[in-house]
């Protein structure tokens, strides 16, 4: 029997504990063994439930007990998750978390202890929720050299952007709805702006690259400047608008990126949508995969965190060789990276058009009715190139880029 402590009887901490107990019978099945939850570290009593002889307050009642060969981190944040997490690995016990701040942030390290004490640090739930995405890079996809990775990698901001795409709602009321439906993170800043795809992409660049990513140098914008009227044009063009966590890695360097994306029809991701997470990685012998699933949710993303519990217990001893090194990764500006881009401009193309062309070359144009503006779609440049030739044309509304 192993026992484990879950740090976090949240959303994820007790689905958890609903998994171990419904799905026993098949993770013994499957290890030989059996999961004990003995203790759960949380501030509150829970009294009356099955669980609430198993509360404790102090942290050190599970660094300090033997027993405890696994730690489950599902509290979230960077303190305390970063100082439990840590002491836990130095007292040689295997860790589940699905804190992609403190994996992003501290993963390196972490790693680097849990090699030292010969256990695990595992991290499956912290990208794509209950989509196995992890473990696949490190196992299945070990001798490939990952060209890209380009995933919708949150729940809550696809969530809000398929509600404004298909239902028109507001970006207010899409977002409302996916907090009361649980998806979003406390502070839905964290969705909305990309910083949660932001440490996302890092890990799986991290990962797919063997090198440790900062994620402060991956270029993020999230969705908040995205509005119905971007919408309007989607839907007359046969497009959509998909927040993107990409990284492409070549041997002249590597790019990653956060933000919204205009994709069409043909495009793998486009049909991705609700609170769904898709993810490509192009291998360069594989070609191309695509890993689909549910981004966010108690208990997608804590079947994710019991995986990571069945690998440590096939695994008793015994440090998994997996993550990446000390040697950061150089990411390069965002300037370089090429794109198409969607532009709304003030005024109307019967007199405007030959001032945009003018700035921009060849476009497409969009018109709607009743609108006194329009939109083109460039040509593929660089950033640079496009903020250069942007400058060159008044009333601009909105960009967006384009892989189209
Ligand atoms: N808030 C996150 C999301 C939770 O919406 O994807 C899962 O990481």
């Not at 900062?214 to 989607?234: L, P, Q």
């Not at 990653?256 to 993810?279: C, E, Q, R």
Request: charge should be negative; include cysteine.
């Amino acid at each position: 029997m192993m026992n484990v402590a879950v740090m976090g009887y949240g959303t994820i901490g007790s689905g958890v504990v609903e998994i171990l107990e419904q799905n026993k019978d098949i993770i013994a099945r499957q290890t030989g063994d059996t999961v004990n939850v003995k203790y759960i570290l949380d501030l509150r009593e829970f009294p009356g439930t099955p669980i609430e002889k198993k509360i404790v307050h102090d942290f050190s009642v599970i660094e300090k007990d033997p027993e405890v060969s696994m730690v489950i981190e599902t509290m979230g944040g960077l303190n305390p998750a970063y100082p439990f997490v840590k002491a836990s690995l130095q007292a040689g016990k295997h860790v589940a978390t699905s804190n992609k701040a403190l994996v992003a942030a501290y993963g390196t390290e972490l790693l680097k202890i849990a090699e030292e004490n010969q256990v695990n640090f595992l991290f499956e739930a912290s990208v794509g929720g209950g989509i196995p995405i992890i473990r696949p890079l490190y196992t299945s996809l070990a001798g490939e050299q990952i060209e890209e990775i380009t995933g919708i990698l949150n729940g809550t901001t696809n969530y809000i952007l398929t509600k404004m795409d298909k239902a028109g709602e507001t970006f207010e009321e899409a977002l409302s709805k996916a907090q009361e439906l649980g998806y979003a993170e406390r502070n839905p800043e964290a969705d909305v702006e990309g910083h949660d795809t932001c440490r996302k992409i890092a890990i799986l660049t991290a990962l797919a690259s063997g090198h440790e990513v900062n994620y402060e140098h991956i270029y993020t914008e999230g969705i908040t400047n995205i509005t119905d009227v971007d919408f309007r044009y989607a839907d007359a063009l046969g497009t959509s608008v998909k927040l993107f966590g990409s990284s492409r890695i070549s041997d002249q360097g590597v790019h990653a990126f956060v933000a919204p994306v205009m994709i069409g029809k043909d495009h793998p991701l486009y049909s991705v949508n609700d609170v769904y997470n898709g993810i490509l990685v192009k291998g360069n012998m594989l070609g191309t995969s695509m890993f689909y699933g549910s981004g966010a949710g108690k208990l997608p993303t804590a079947s994710a965190v019991v995986a990571d519990i069945i690998e440590a217990l096939k695994n008793p001893g015994h440090h998994v060789k997996m993550g990446w090194d000390g040697n950061r990764l150089n990411i390069s500006a965002m300037d370089s990276v090429s794109f198409r881009y969607f532009v709304r401009i003030k005024g109307i193309a019967a007199k405007r058009l030959a001032e945009a062309e003018a700035a921009f070359g060849k476009v497409e144009v969009t018109e709607l009715d009743h609108m006194d503006e329009f939109a083109v779609m460039t040509e593929v440049m660089t950033e640079e190139e496009y903020h250069l030739r942007a400058k060159k044309l008044s009333g601009i509304r909105q960009r967006i880029r384009a892989e189209i």
